[in-house]
């Protein structure tokens, strides 16, 4: 498992991959990314703090992820991560989280005291291919409510049962509400959902333009991060 990564190409960075508590929910079921979850958590806060030590500050923006939310992180790897951001001079933080912990968003800004873009999976703005497909457990009315809270967004194409117009729907919210986004292409896993070739290939093709959007990254592959499992 890779933990640690530099993004050159876009928002330049580097990032994290920590270890947490499990995810608040964990029932999503396109997910097998929380088998990297662990309920010992002195043993992560080791890993973690050897995770953390690789960390420069030459962009001066950090972007830390784990298998859930930024809360599920380990309150002293939460203390390390704040003393990193002064010894290294961070200036500005990427987090993750469930879009069931929104409103708890200022916990973090007012901990770290430094600019916070938070990452919410979304995957997409269909609430029945969401909630009843993905059991993603991210229940809204419409891309404003979720843009009051974070500025960036994930979104996940290419998996059996989506259609053309969704994402299509989907990528145009992104670009009318949101300052960031992570368009992922789903990898097959050890889930039982099935990945569309042909709806990727689509998207390859009509959505091509998204690449030179500044604040737009597509991960083709699920370690297009340099961070995750190497299997």
């Given at each position: 498992?890779?933990?640690?990564?530099?993004?050159?190409?876009?928002?330049?960075?580097?990032?994290?991959l920590?270890?947490?508590?499990?995810?608040?929910?964990?029932k999503?079921?396109?997910?097998?990314?929380?088998?990297?979850?662990?309920?010992?958590i002195?043993?992560?806060?080791?890993?973690?703090?050897?995770?953390?030590?690789?960390?420069?500050?030459?962009y001066?923006?950090?972007?830390?992820?784990?298998?859930?939310?930024?809360?599920?992180?380990p309150?002293?790897?939460?203390?390390?991560?704040?003393?990193?951001?002064?010894?290294?001079?961070?200036?500005?933080?990427?987090?993750?989280?469930?879009?069931?912990?929104?409103?708890?968003?200022?916990?973090?800004?007012?901990?770290?005291?430094?600019?916070?873009i938070?990452?919410?999976?979304?995957?997409?703005?269909?609430?029945?291919?969401?909630?009843k497909?993905?059991?993603?457990?991210?229940?809204?009315?419409?891309?404003?409510?979720?843009?009051?809270?974070?500025?960036?967004?994930?979104?996940?194409?290419?998996?059996?049962?989506?259609?053309?117009?969704?994402?299509?729907?989907?990528?145009?919210?992104?670009?009318?509400?949101?300052?960031?986004?992570?368009?992922?292409?789903?990898?097959?896993?050890?889930?039982?959902?099935?990945?569309?070739?042909?709806?990727?290939?689509?998207?390859?093709?009509?959505?091509?333009?998204?690449?030179?959007?500044?604040?737009?990254?597509?991960?083709?592959?699920?370690?297009?991060?340099?961070?995750?499992?190497?299997?």
């Amino acid at each position: 498992m890779i933990r640690y990564s530099t993004i050159d190409k876009k928002n330049q960075r580097e990032i994290v991959l920590l270890k947490s508590s499990p995810c608040i929910w964990g029932k999503c079921s396109f997910c097998d990314y929380i088998n990297d979850n662990d309920k010992d958590i002195t043993k992560d806060i080791s890993l973690n703090k050897s995770v953390l030590k690789k960390v420069t500050g030459k962009y001066g923006v950090l972007e830390i992820i784990n298998s859930g939310s930024c809360f599920e992180i380990p309150k002293p790897t939460l203390e390390d991560i704040k003393s990193l951001i002064s010894y290294k001079k961070i200036n500005k933080l990427f987090f993750e989280s469930h879009w069931l912990y929104r409103h708890r968003l200022h916990e973090m800004k007012d901990f770290f005291e430094i600019p916070i873009i938070f990452k919410c999976g979304i995957e997409t703005f269909d609430s029945n291919f969401r909630n009843k497909v993905l059991n993603k457990n991210a229940i809204f009315s419409n891309p404003l409510e979720v843009s009051r809270y974070f500025k960036s967004i994930c979104l996940l194409v290419g998996i059996q049962g989506q259609t053309k117009d969704m994402i299509k729907q989907d990528i145009e919210y992104l670009l009318k509400y949101f300052e960031y986004g992570c368009i992922n292409i789903f990898v097959e896993n050890s889930t039982n959902i099935k990945r569309d070739e042909n709806l990727i290939e689509w998207f390859h093709g009509y959505f091509h333009f998204l690449e030179k959007e500044k604040n737009i990254e597509i991960l083709w592959n699920n370690t297009d991060f340099g961070v995750g499992s190497t299997k």
